[in-house]
C-alpha cells in the first residue's frame, strides 16, 4: 500500500486524508502466514507536512481468523488498529536507530507501517467465545460440544493449603 505525497509535501502545516481499499501487503501476510487475513484492507491515512518531514497515521480494522486459545477451533477477530510515524525525504540512512523512516520520490509505502499495527493488536489469547470451555485435559473432547466422563482431579501442589487457616479463625 503506498499514499501520494506529492502535494502535501511542498508546504508546512498541510495535510491530506486518503482512504486505501486495496488487498492487504504480502508482507503482513508472509509476517502472518498462520492467521487468515479478510479481504480487502480498508486503511484510513491522514499525511501531515510538520516542516521536518511527514507524519503519516494510519487507522482501521482488520478480520482475523485464528485459533481459540482454549479450544483450538477458528475464532474469528476483529482488531482495531492505529499507528503514526515520522517520515523524511532522504534516499537512504544507514542509522537504524533513527525515530524517523526515510522516502523519495512522490509515494510513501506503507506496508511496514500497516504491517506492524496490525501485529500489535492481535490479542495473546483469541477464544471464539467469551464462555468457550476449552478442551478436557485428559481425554481432550472439546468441552463446547460434548462431555466427557473424565474426573478432575485436583492438582496435588495445592493440598498443603487445605489443613491452612486465617489467623482470625484459629480461636
Given amino acids: 500500500m503506498r ?26 501476510r508472509e509476517r502472518l502466514d498462520t492467521i487468515y487475513i479478510g ?6 491515512v491522514l499525511v501531515r507536512n510538520v516542516s521536518t518531514g511527514l507524519v503519516v497515521e494510519v487507522s482501521g ?3 482475523l481468523g485464528l485459533a481459540c486459545a482454549r479450544c483450538l477451533e477458528s475464532a474469528d477477530v476483529t ?16 542509522d537504524e536507530d533513527l525515530a524517523y523512516e526515510c522516502f523519495s520520490g ?5 506496508d511496514a507501517l500497516i504491517g506492524d499495527a496490525v ?7 483469541p477464544l471464539c467465545s467469551p464462555v468457550c470451555r476449552g478442551l478436557c485435559p485428559q481425554c481432550g473432547a472439546n468441552l463446547n460440544h ?3 466422563a473424565c474426573q478432575q482431579s485436583a492438582d496435588s501442589r495445592w493440598e498443603a493449603l487445605k489443613a491452612w487457616k486465617p489467623e482470625s479463625s484459629k480461636e
Avoid at 499514499?3 to 503482513?28: F, H, I, N, Q, Y
Fill in 3 to 28: 499514499v501520494r505525497v506529492s502535494d502535501v509535501r511542498k508546504w508546512a502545516g498541510r495535510e491530506e486524508r486518503a482512504t486505501l481499499v486495496e488487498p492487504w501487503p504480502d508482507s503482513l
Fill in 39 to 44: 479481504q480487502p484492507a480498508a486503511v484510513n
Fill in 61 to 63: 480494522q482488520a478480520h
Fill in 79 to 94: 482488531v482495531h488498529f492505529a499507528e503514526s510515524q515520522e517520515f523524511r525525504e532522504e534516499v537512504t540512512s544507514k
Fill in 106 to 110: 512522490d509515494h510513501i509505502i506503507l
Fill in 119 to 125: 501485529a500489535l493488536q492481535i490479542p495473546l489469547a
Fill in 146 to 148: 460434548t462431555s466427557c
